[in-house]
């Protein structure tokens, strides 16, 4: 085992992410609890800490098999528990949570886990979480564009006004806390196929994630093309200097054959592969790279060539019902004989000007440079609609915050 260095290059991130299923182990028979699932998935993200991966990640789900409901209670505890990852979600549904409450959820992850936190926005894929949580699905391109208006403003204004289509008006409002350093949790927006969400994430100078591990190769290139192309546009840098992630998926042994022989069951035992595609089709067909480590290397290398350069490579490894042992082993593989010849061989071949993967740090430096980030300190008596005007001490004493009263 490896253990990571204290400054670890903010280049190119690699590590894995969890869509947080709970499935039915096809070669013993056996069906994790959520209880033995949630415990799993936080030695996961520990192990992935301790051999030296960037970068952890977890979807949101609100119906069985899964159990995400709440990545940042599990982010959180495992912030606790890690030192250098970064932690991130592999979707944080966009429309269907309240932005004010992802402002505020999010930032105060971001204090606990000191920084290393960002988060991916998207829609998602379950049609009925959206009644669940009183939304219309035929209005989910216009809740993600909207919520994520109201979300990006909450960050960055100390006092909010608004008015929109889905949720109540804000007056006078402020999202508490701040974000760390006055600096807003980087965003990725995840979309498969949505061109106005490439657009978005161009619009804002955000990142954007393809997740093709559901498609063939390169199937998502048209997308990523179209952001970055925006992401010029809007002049944020040239198409080359945009921020974009890619998923993927790998089963990891020692000899290739082995591979093979060992995540075969797990495949054609799965409900969503193994009754409708062939493994050997699958591997050649999509990111699923199933072999040696040498063969995951090279596949990612393919990557790039497709893509071009880009800044965040997350792989799945614990899903299909692999007991724990085995993802934790693709964790080890993953982190000691992948990832470091992936840094050295796509550092190599980085066209001149990549930029580098964001972080809080780069953040930080990119809005202050040298000088010392801001720390709000609120003024007292604000909510009582009795004293005080501007929320913080630092805010513009012209910036009064016109709160609703109550007769």
Known sequence: MIVRTTNQADDMQFG??????????????????????????????????????DVFAIGEHHNPPFFSSSPTTLLANIAAQTEQIVLSTAITLITTNDPVKIAEDYAMLQHLAKGRLDLMLGRGNTVPVYPWFGQDIHKGLELALENYNLLHRLWRED?????????????????????????????????????????????????????????????????????????????????????????????????????????????????????????????????????????????????????????????????????LEEALEQVELLGTEVVPTLRKELESRRAAGAPDAPTHASLVRAKYGDAEPRQPRPNPNRGDNVTGTSPYQDSDPELVADLPLVG
């Open 16 to 53: 894995i992410f969890s869509v947080s299923d709970i499935t039915r182990n096809p070669v013993t028979g056996y069906t994790p609890s959520e209880a033995e699932r949630i415990a799993a998935i936080v030695q996961i993200a520990r192990r992935a800490d301790e051999v030296g991966l």
């Open 159 to 323: 006092v909010v006004d608004w008015e929109g289509s889905f949720r109540t008006a804000l007056q006078g409002f402020t999202s508490i806390p701040r974000p760390l350093d006055d600096v807003p949790p980087f965003v990725w927006h995840g979309a498969i196929r949505t061109p106005e969400i490439a657009e978005q994430a161009a619009y804002y100078g955000n990142g954007y994630f393809a997740n093709h591990i559901l498609a063939p190769n390169f199937h998502f290139k048209p997308l990523v093309d179209l952001y970055r192309q925006r992401f010029a546009h809007y002049g944020h840098g040239t198409p080359e200097q945009a921020i974009v992630g890619l998923g993927g998926q790998s089963y990891i042994a020692k000899r290739s054959q082995d591979a093979v022989r060992g995540f075969r069951p797990y495949f054609e035992g799965s409900p969503i592969y193994g009754t409708s595609y062939r493994l050997e089709d699958f591997m050649h067909g999509t990111p699923l790279t199933v072999g040696s480590p040498q063969e995951v290397i090279e596949k990612t290398l393919t990557f790039q060539d497709g893509f071009g350069d880009y800044q965040r490579q997350l792989w799945v490894v614990d899903a299909m019902g692999l007991p």
